[in-house]
C-alpha cells in the first residue's frame, strides 16, 4: 500500500517532468541550430556584398580616363608623366576611399613588378608616399595571383601584413584586381586590416545574442574572435595558445577544418555551425572557416528551470504520499483483518454469515460485495431448481407460440397487395393494377399503351435483356430493382415476370410487382438487432458471471500483496495482476452499462458547454501527439434536455476514437449548428431484450421527419479512415479492430445518442480521414 501511494503520487510528476524535458531540449535544439544556419549565412551574405561592392568600385577607379593617362605614362616609362598622372589621379584614388576608412594601403604595380603609387592610411587620413618609400623588395607573390584570374577582376586573398618596427603580424585581406590594357598588365593591390572588415560580416540584431563569431585559417589560428575584440591584434602572437585547437580539441578542430561547408556540430557543452570563405584555386594554403558557436547553457535556460521545479514537486509528492500512505495502512489494518475471517466463514459454504463492517469507504463497499455475493449464490441454487421444473413447460408454450405466429404470417402474405402489368410482344403496356399506381404514381389510363421502359424506368439496366430472355426461354424469372420517390426516399421491389403462352407461344408477359421496401428494412433492422440482442445478453452473462469473481479475485491479490515477507519480484507480480484485474472491471463495467444502461438523468443543457468539457479531458494529449484542435461552435444554440454526463462520454469516445486513427500528427475539427432537417433520416436504436427464459427481441426506431429542428455536431479527423467492408459494424458491441480494444465505446456511444432521441452517421475515407455526425433534436 506504501509503495502504491508513492508510485502513484510521484509516477506522473517523473513522466511528465522528463517528456518535458526532453521535448524542450530538442525544441531548443532545433529552433538554435536553424537560427546558427540563419545568422551564419546573414554574416556569410555580408561579406560577399562588401566583397562585391569594392569589386565594382576598383572597376569604376580603373576605368576612369585619369587611370588610362596614368597606363600610358607607365607605358611610356616617361616619370615625370609618371610623377603628374600619378598626382592627378590621387584625388580619384582619395574619392574611392571616402567612407572608406578600412583600407591600410592602396599600390598599384606594373608588369615589371615595381611599385608605381603607395596610398598608406595614417592616422585615419589616406597619404600618397614618396617614390623613395616605396617597397623595393619583390613583389612576384600579388603576380603569381593576379595572372591567374580572369582580367580586371579581383580575388581576395587573407593575408599577414608586417606592422611597426618590430614587424608585427597582422591579420589582413589583400584585395589583388586585374588591370588588363592593350598592350599593358598590371596589379592594384588594396589591404584591409582584418578588424576592419569583420564589422560587416557582424550583425547588430542577430538571432542567437550570445553566439561567438571566429574567422580561422587553415591551421586553426585565430583571425578574429568577438570574445577577444579588444585583443584581436594579439591573437596572430598569441596564436599557440589562443586557438581553435586549444578551445575545441585537436579532433574536433580538424574536423571543422576539413569537413565540407556549411556543417552543424554538436560538440560536448556547444553547437558549432562553419562555412568556408576565401576559397580559391590558386594552390595556396589560404582557406578560411567562419565560425558560429554557442554554449547549450545559454539555450537551455528554461530547461534548467523546468528541471528545478520538477525536483521540487517530486520531493513535495514524495513527503504527501508518504503521510497519507502511512494514515491508511492504519485505517485499512483493522477492518481488514475482520473482511479475512468473515470471507473465510463464506468460503467454506456457510452463505448464511454477512460481514459487517462501518468505515464507509472501500472497505465497507468491499464487504458489501461479499454479502452481495454470498446472497447471489444463494438464490442461484433457488433458481437452479425452479427453471429445471418451469423448463419443459416454457418449451410446450414457445412451440404453440411458434405456430401461431406462423398461421399470422400466412394471413399476413395471403392478403398483402401486389401490383401487376401485362405487355405485349412489344413491350407495350396493355393493363396494369391498382398498386402500380401507387407504386409508379400515375393513373392507368396514362400508362395504358405506353412503352414499358418509358414508364417504369427501374433502376436495372439489365431489365431489357431479362425481358428479351424470357421471350427467348420462355421460362419465369424474378428480378428486383429499385425507385426514388418524390421525397427522396428509395423504393425496393420484386418483379416476378411470367410469359403467357397459347399453344407454347409466347403471347405476352405478366409482371407482378411487390413491394419489399419495408420488407428489406425490417429483414435489415432484424439482422442487425439480433445480433445486438446476442451481445446485450452475453454482455449481461459475463458481466453477472465475472464480476462478483473478480471482486474475489481483486481482493485476494490485494491481500496476498501486503503479505509481510514478500519478496520484490512477488510484490511486483501482484501489481502487475491486480492491474489487469483493475482493466478487467472496467471491461464488466462497459458489459453491464451496454446489457443494463443506467436510467437518464435529463436536464436542458447548452451542448457546446459540454462538448468543451469533454474535449478538456484531451487537449494536452493531443498537443503532445502534434494534433491541430479546430472548433467551430455556433453561438447562441438553444438549450435541449440531455443527460450531461451521458452526452459528455459520447464527446470522450468520439475525440480518443479521432486521436487513435492517427499514426502521427493531424486534425480534429469539431463542429455544432442548429439546423431544419432538409429530408427524413431513421436509425434503429439498441434493441430491447425481455427476460422471459428465452430472447424477445423488440425492434426500436428513431425517426428525424424532414422540417424537424435539431442540433448537428460533426466530429471530423484527418486520420486513416474506415475500410468501406467494416464501417457498417464499428457501432456493433464487441467489434473492434484495435489490438487492445474491447468493442464497446462506439455502441455504448450510439446507445446513448439514440435514448436521446437521436441519431449518428459516419463517413470516411481510406487515409483521408472520418466524419461522425450526431444529430440531436430540439424541443
Known amino acids: 500500500m506504501l509503495i502504491a501511494f508513492i508510485a502513484l503520487s510521484l509516477i506522473p510528476v517523473i513522466i511528465v517532468g522528463i517528456v518535458g524535458i526532453v521535448s524542450n531540449v530538442n525544441s531548443l535544439r532545433q529552433i538554435a541550430i536553424k537560427n546558427l544556419r540563419y545568422d551564419l549565412a546573414e554574416r556569410q551574405q555580408n561579406l560577399d556584398l562588401f566583397f562585391n561592392s569594392i569589386e565594382e568600385n576598383v572597376n569604376s577607379l580603373v ?24 598626382a592627378d589621379l590621387l584625388p580619384e584614388i582619395l574619392n574611392f576611399t571616402r567612407n572608406r576608412d578600412f583600407f591600410y594601403q592602396i599600390k598599384f604595380i606594373d608588369n615589371n613588378g615595381d611599385e608605381q603609387f603607395l596610398v598608406q592610411n595614417i592616422d585615419s587620413t589616406y597619404q600618397l608616399l614618396e617614390r623613395n618609400e616605396l617597397n623595393k623588395s619583390p613583389t612576384g607573390f600579388y603576380s603569381y595571383i593576379a595572372k591567374r584570374i580572369a582580367p580586371n577582376t579581383a580575388t581576395f586573398i587573407p593575408i599577414e601584413l608586417k606592422k611597426g618596427i618590430g614587424n608585427e603580424l597582422i591579420p589582413a585581406i589583400s584585395c589583388i584586381f586585374n588591370v588588363s590594357k592593350p598592350d599593358f598588365f598590371g596589379i592594384l593591390v588594396l ?10 560580416i557582424e550583425r547588430e540584431n542577430p538571432r542567437i545574442q550570445d553566439a561567438k563569431l571566429m ?36 579532433r574536433n578542430a580538424d574536423k571543422i577544418l576539413s569537413d565540407s561547408d556549411n556543417v552543424i556540430y554538436d560538440f560536448g557543452d556547444q553547437i558549432v555551425a562553419q562555412t568556408k570563405v576565401f576559397t580559391s584555386d590558386f594552390s595556396l594554403d589560404n582557406e578560411n572557416t567562419l565560425i558560429l558557436s554557442v554554449k547549450k547553457d545559454d539555450i537551455f535556460k528554461t530547461v534548467n528551470y523546468y528541471k528545478l521545479i520538477i525536483y521540487i514537486l517530486f520531493v513535495f509528492f514524495l513527503l504527501v504520499a508518504l503521510l497519507l500512505a502511512l494514515l491508511a495502512t492504519q485505517q485499512f489494518i ?98 396494369a393494377s391498382f398498386e402500380i399506381e401507387r407504386i409508379l404514381g400515375k393513373q392507368i389510363e396514362e ?12 433502376e436495372n439496366d439489365d431489365k431489357k435483356e431479362l425481358i428479351e430472355k424470357i421471350k427467348l426461354t420462355k421460362e419465369t424469372f424474378t428480378d428486383y430493382t429499385s425507385i426514388i420517390n418524390k421525397d427522396g426516399s428509395k423504393q425496393f421491389l420484386e418483379h416476378i415476370l411470367i410469359p403467357i403462352k397459347n399453344n ?98 435529463r436536464k436542458y443543457e447548452n451542448i457546446n458547454n459540454v462538448l468543451e468539457s469533454g474535449v478538456e479531458h484531451y487537449i494536452s494529449h493531443m498537443q503532445q501527439l502534434n494534433i491541430e484542435t479546430e472548433m467551430n461552435l455556433e ?61 424477445q427481441v423488440d425492434i426500436e426506431e428513431i425517426l428525424l421527419k ?63 480521414g472520418s466524419i461522425f455526425t450526431i444529430f440531436l433534436p430540439v424541443k
Open 215 to 250: 574567422l580561422v585559417n587553415n591551421e586553426g589560428y585565430y583571425i578574429y574572435h568577438s570574445s577577444k575584440k579588444n585583443e584581436w591584434n594579439q591573437l596572430s602572437a598569441s596564436k599557440l595558445t589562443l586557438n581553435l585547437r586549444t578551445d575545441f580539441g585537436n
Open 635 to 695: 453561438n447562441d444554440l438553444p438549450k435541449i434536455l440531455i443527460d450531461k454526463n451521458r452526452i459528455k462520454e459520447v464527446f470522450i469516445n468520439l475525440i480518443l476514437n479521432a486521436i487513435q486513427a492517427f499514426n502521427g500528427s493531424g486534425k480534429i475539427i469539431i463542429s455544432t449548428k442548429f439546423i431544419i432537417l432538409d429530408k427524413t433520416i431513421r436509425e434503429m436504436s439498441k434493441v430491447k431484450i425481455v427476460d422471459s427464459g428465452y430472447h
Open 504 to 601: 407454347n407461344k409466347i403471347e405476352s408477359i405478366l409482371e407482378i410487382t411487390i413491394d419489399i421496401t419495408e420488407r428489406k428494412r425490417l429483414q435489415d433492422l432484424l439482422i442487425h438487432s439480433e445480433r445486438l440482442a446476442a451481445s446485450g445478453e452475453l454482455a449481461a452473462v459475463i458481466a453477472h458471471e465475472i464480476r462478483n469473481s473478480l471482486t474475489s479475485v481483486r481482493m485476494i491479490l490485494q491481500l496476498l500483496s501486503r503479505k509481510e515477507g514478500n519478496l520484490k519480484s512477488d510484490v511486483d507480480s501482484f501489481h502487475v495482476a491486480l492491474d489487469s484485474v483493475y482493466r478487467m472491471e472496467r471491461v464488466v463495467n462497459d458489459l453491464l452499462q451496454l446489457a443494463r444502461p443506467s436510467k437518464l438523468e
Open 63 to 86: 576605368s576612369s580616363v585619369t587611370f588610362d593617362r596614368f597606363i600610358n605614362a607607365i607605358k611610356s616609362n616617361n616619370q615625370v608623366n609618371i610623377n603628374q598622372t600619378t
Open 191 to 200: 589591404q584591409i586590416y582584418a578588424k576592419n572588415f569583420i564589422k560587416f
Open 334 to 431: 483493522k477492518p481488514i483483518r475482520l473482511l479475512i475471517g468473515e470471507a473465510r466463514i463464506i468460503a467454506s459454504g456457510n452463505y448464511d454469515v454477512r460481514v459487517k463492517i462501518d468505515t464507509k469507504d472501500e472497505i465497507e463497499e468491499l464487504a458489501n460485495q461479499f454479502n452481495i455475493m454470498a446472497s447471489s449464490l444463494q438464490q442461484r441454487e433457488i433458481l437452479i431448481n425452479q427453471h429445471k421444473d418451469l423448463l419443459e413447460q416454457k418449451v410446450k408454450d414457445r412451440t404453440e407460440d411458434l405456430e401461431n405466429e406462423k398461421n399470422k404470417l400466412k394471413t399476413i402474405f395471403d392478403n398483402v397487395p401486389i401490383g401487376f402489368i401485362l405487355l405485349d410482344m412489344e413491350n407495350k403496356i396493355i393493363s
Open 447 to 458: 400508362i395504358a399503351g405506353k412503352d414499358y421502359f418509358e414508364i417504369t424506368k427501374w
Open 706 to 768: 424532414k422540417g424537424s429542428k435539431v442540433i448537428e455536431l460533426k466530429i471530423r479527423d484527418t486520420g486513416q479512415g474506415i475500410n468501406s467492408n467494416i464501417i457498417g459494424r464499428i457501432f456493433d458491441p464487441f467489434f473492434t479492430t484495435k489490438v487492445k480494444g474491447t468493442g464497446l465505446g462506439l455502441s455504448l456511444v450510439k446507445d446513448a445518442i439514440n435514448k436521446h432521441g437521436g441519431i449518428i452517421q459516419v463517413q470516411s475515407k481510406v487515409q483521408k
